[in-house]
């Protein structure tokens, strides 16, 4: 059953605009995290939250997690044409690290 | 580091045959996972190992889905007989997770089955 459900399904924007994917999940979480996948580098981990953190930040990406509306935000700033992508969250909540996948959002940046 | 390794990349079949997939997982990694995903949606497990022990095979179709980690290292994915909704890449990721912790999983670069 999917747990995680990305929106929006679709997102274009141009080289240097932020992106913004939200994810919501739908019972009590270990961690979320978010993982991308091209064609190129195939499924790639981008960054892990725990269910008791609520902002984490790596280079240009930003995420967010609010446990109590069960959501989480990524914010990819000033956007580049490599990361054109699908951007997937998946929620942890076995506690044994069992990855449960949304459907992703597709961001095509265009230069 | 050398990543997970997966074999073969590409499997054209007809529907009733048979196929294998290999996989290879980072050396050390304890835990390895074999994920199903349909073009345009997400991953799905299939299974989750825990070295030779199967922790999570509640969304294997067991009666043609089998999978073995023998000796805790690499694993094989077997469909028998195939049908055509098997059609997916099959992917397998591994992580150095201990229960109760917090891991990243390592993918590699999949399978794509055809089933015709």
């Known amino acids: 059953s999917q747990q995680g459900e990305e929106d929006p399904q679709a997102l274009s924007i141009q080289e240097g605009e932020n992106a913004t994917m939200n994810c919501s999940y739908k019972t009590s979480i270990n961690n979320l995290q978010w993982y991308r996948q091209n064609s190129g580098r195939g499924l790639v981990h981008l960054i892990l939250i725990r269910s008791n953190e609520r902002e984490k930040h790596s280079g240009r990406l930003r995420v967010t997690l609010d446990t109590s509306k069960k959501s989480s935000s990524l914010l990819i700033t000033a956007s580049r044409a490599a990361d054109t992508a699908s951007y997937f969250c998946?929620?942890?909540?076995?506690?044994?690290?069992?990855?449960?996948f949304g459907k992703g959002t597709m961001l095509l940046v265009s230069p | 580091e050398a990543g997970v390794a997966q074999s073969p990349r590409y499997k054209i079949i007809e529907k009733r045959q048979s196929v294998a997939f290999w996989c290879n997982p980072i050396?050390?990694?304890?835990?390895l996972y074999w994920y199903q995903q349909i073009l345009g949606q997400g991953p799905k497990l299939l299974i989750q190992f825990q070295n030779n022990g199967v922790v999570d095979d509640s969304q294997l179709p067991k009666d043609r889905f089998s999978a073995e980690r023998l000796k805790g290292v690499d694993s094989t994915l077997k469909i028998q007989p195939a049908k055509l909704e098997d059609s997916a890449v099959y992917l397998c990721?591994?992580?150095?997770?201990?229960?109760?912790?917090?891991?990243?999983?390592?993918f590699g670069p999949g399978t794509r089955l055809t089933v015709t």
């Open positions: 998946a929620t942890d909540d076995s506690g044994y690290s069992t990855l449960t």
């Open positions: 050396s050390g990694h304890a835990t």
């Open positions: 990721a591994s992580s150095t997770m201990l229960t109760g912790s917090h891991y990243e999983q390592y």
